[in-house]
């Protein structure tokens, strides 16, 4: 089979030819037919969730099983599925508790701790696979399977949108954010979408975005989220950057006992005042990926046309290094997605 490898943490893919793999007990393999990309992967790649290399890379994966090992019951050949990114335990307190990505057994990353679909199979143990609804293709259920889930989690459980409530969402251009646009406008809300360029801003209106705000033409983000809220500020901030001085912005823009949530992560500190959030009752937090039932209702969401893939760019799967450079120079509008026709 084909594979893009990367054969040293922070070095570029390679094209090889592998054997194709075949499935363990507990293991099914998929002939993966769509893949998603996004920053994460870039993150990824570097190094720092720790993994060995040479390592096949990508977990957000549509495709078809087409074998499976000894005991396993829950996929067949011939079943559509999509990827689960998490390899948890299934048996914790956090997994029976329904916040499996809490796992305290928890093994690692899809793509990163084991190969992933950026190659013409991948074998996982077969909880990972879940049945994609009819409706969905390939190409939507791999977007599903991290740039809409990590958004159906965050909005319902983590930032906890009502309809009516203003919401920011701070990197609302990229591939998670603007998912984030929809999911937030499914649950009722009104959306400010904050991104450092009008490129990027016209791309998070037309998925949704009620008001904008280019992060480069103002000197005060919370002030502009406050001006557009006619001095309230926002009920919910959701902040897909993670640098200190946009999750610092996301909790200056709430309201009182509005929510600050983090997504995406850098390095640094960010400044709390105890005694404002002793009086405001203010919630500061991170959300973490979803659960597999938050992927498959995501999935089946999707299904119904309720949300949509917001694909900027698609490449043949050999051709994933030219996403990695639209991703680092901040030029990619929405998600990248990967085709594997012959």
């Not at 920011?168 to 998670?176: F, H």
């Not at 498959?296 to 949300?307: N, S």
């Amino acid at each position: 089979m084909r594979a893009m490898v990367v054969r040293e943490w922070g070095q570029p893919f390679t094209l090889e030819e592998r054997p194709d793999p075949e499935p363990g007990p507990g293991e099914a393999m998929l002939k993966v037919r769509a893949a998603g990309v996004g920053l994460t992967l870039v993150t990824m790649r570097t190094g720092v969730f720790g993994g060995e290399a040479p390592r096949v890379m990508g977990h957000e994966l549509g495709g078809d099983i087409v074998a499976v090992g000894d005991g396993v019951t829950n996929v067949k050949p011939g079943d559509r599925c999509a990827v689960y990114f998490y390899l948890n335990c299934g048996y914790c307190r956090w997994c029976h508790g329904g916040r499996e990505t809490l796992c305290e057994n928890h093994g690692g990353y899809v793509g990163v701790h084991v190969d992933g679909g950026y190659a013409d199979y991948v074998v996982l143990p077969a909880g990972n696979f879940l049945p994609i609804p009819e409706g969905l293709d390939y190409e939507g259920a791999a977007i599903a399977a991290d740039a809409v889930n990590t958004n159906w989690h965050c909005m319902r459980e983590r930032a906890q949108i009502a309809p009516h409530d203003d919401v920011l969402l701070i990197g609302a251009g990229g591939g998670v954010g603007v998912h984030g646009i929809q999911v937030a406008k499914a649950f009722g809300a009104r959306v400010i979408a904050a991104d450092i360029s009008d490129e990027k801003l016209d791309y998070a209106r037309q998925w949704g975005a009620d008001e904008v705000i280019n992060v480069r033409a103002v000197d005060d983000v919370a002030a502009a989220a406050r001006k557009l809220t006619d001095g309230k500020g926002v009920e919910a901030a959701v902040d897909y950057v993670g640098a200190p001085e946009t999750f610092g912005a996301a909790i200056a823009a709430l309201t009182t006992a509005g929510r600050a949530v983090v997504i995406g992560a850098k390095p640094g500190n960010v400044e709390i005042n105890p005694i404002e959030l002793l009086i405001t009752e203010k919630i500061v937090t991170g959300s973490r990926h979803s659960t597999r039932t938050e992927l498959l209702e995501t999935m089946d969401v999707m299904a119904k046309g309720t949300i949509k893939a917001a694909v900027g760019k698609r490449v043949h799967f050999t051709e994933v290094e030219t996403l990695f450079e639209d991703l680092q120079a901040e030029t990619l509008l929405g998600r990248g997605a990967l085709t594997y026709d012959d």
